[in-house]
């Protein structure tokens, strides 16, 4: 089973502009067999999970969550959780603590997306609550930071995971997990993930295309800090948000 574990929607998503039908449609395309649906902060009701996945059959649909932790250093970090469709996990805040405990206590599963996106650490606490896995590659990632989150997951003991992360379905399973077998359910996918049968894989020529709009754009803005622009500048000038700017002001790359 092809699967991408982490994308967003619109239907509860404000940062996606791509609907479920769309994503769906996109993956299908894309030769993907399965997605997760993980919305940030908001579940897919259980019921519409199904209905989905009648519309769609055989391809399959899966509901997850992204929720954002406020960790140390006034700095975010967003954990995948798979396997629950508890309410509460949307209705309130969580600790970083706090949602590990849950979430293992009942069987689900969880994982750290895009460490490093927004700083040079990451802020919560994985030394005493270890993911099940750590996202290694994503269009929210660097490939300059692959390393680093590879040697992290092997010190932690912790899997590695791909996913497209995306927002647009342009980059709908660009990056997925290869699984062996056709797990059917929640609890069949938690199984397949945490015993680590599957493979890592991405669409090389997809991978190839978005680096190379990266590229284009962050020698715009590397022209940009030259004439001393600031991210503000950017915004103005583009219409897009300061995070790309940002990104490379710190030495960092949007290349996947």
């Known amino acids: 089973m092809k699967i991408d574990l982490h994308l967003h929607t619109s239907e509860r998503s404000k940062c996606s502009i791509a609907t479920e039908e769309q994503q769906i449609k996109a993956a299908i395309s894309y030769g993907l067999d399965a997605i997760v649906i993980s919305d940030h902060n908001k579940l897919v009701p259980v019921q519409h999970i199904e209905e989905l996945n009648e519309k769609y059959k055989p391809f399959k649909i899966f509901g997850?969550?992204?929720?954002?932790?406020?960790?140390?250093?006034?700095?975010?970090?967003?954990?995948?959780?798979?396997?629950?469709?508890?309410?509460?996990?949307?209705?309130?805040?969580?600790?970083?603590?706090?949602?590990?405990?849950?979430?293992?206590?009942?069987?689900?599963?969880?994982?750290?997306?895009?460490?490093?996106?927004?700083?040079?650490?990451?802020?919560?606490?994985?030394?005493?609550?270890?993911?099940?896995?750590?996202?290694?590659?994503?269009?929210?990632?660097?490939?300059?930071?692959?390393?680093?989150?590879?040697?992290?997951?092997?010190?932690?003991?912790?899997?590695?995971?791909?996913?497209?992360?995306?927002?647009?379905?342009?980059?709908?399973?660009?990056?997925?997990?290869?699984?062996?077998?056709?797990?059917?359910?929640?609890?069949?996918?938690?199984?397949?993930?945490?015993?680590?049968?599957?493979k890592l894989c991405k669409d090389d020529k997809r991978v190839d295309e978005h680096n190379k709009q990266v590229k284009e754009r962050e020698d715009f803005i590397k022209e940009l800090i030259k004439q001393g622009k600031t991210a503000e500048d950017y915004c103005k000038i583009t219409g897009s948000w300061a995070g790309p700017f940002e990104k490379v002001a710190r030495g960092k790359s949007y290349e996947i």
């Not at 997306?113 to 927004?118: I, S």
């Not at 992290?152 to 995971?161: E, N, P, T």
């Open 64 to 198: 997850g969550i992204e929720i954002t932790i406020h960790g140390n250093n006034n700095m975010n970090e967003d954990i995948l959780v798979i396997g629950l469709h508890d309410e509460i996990l949307q209705e309130k805040t969580w600790t970083y603590e706090e949602v590990y405990n849950f979430v293992k206590s009942r069987g689900g599963y969880i994982a750290l997306n895009h460490p490093f996106r927004y700083s040079e650490e990451v802020n919560i606490d994985i030394e005493r609550c270890i993911p099940d896995a750590i996202e290694v590659h994503s269009t929210n990632i660097s490939r300059l930071d692959e390393q680093l989150i590879t040697d992290l997951a092997k010190r932690l003991g912790s899997k590695l995971i791909c996913n497209s992360d995306a927002h647009n379905i342009i980059h709908t399973g660009i990056y997925y997990n290869d699984i062996g077998g056709n797990p059917k359910n929640d609890k069949e996918l938690v199984e397949k993930l945490l015993a680590g049968e599957y």
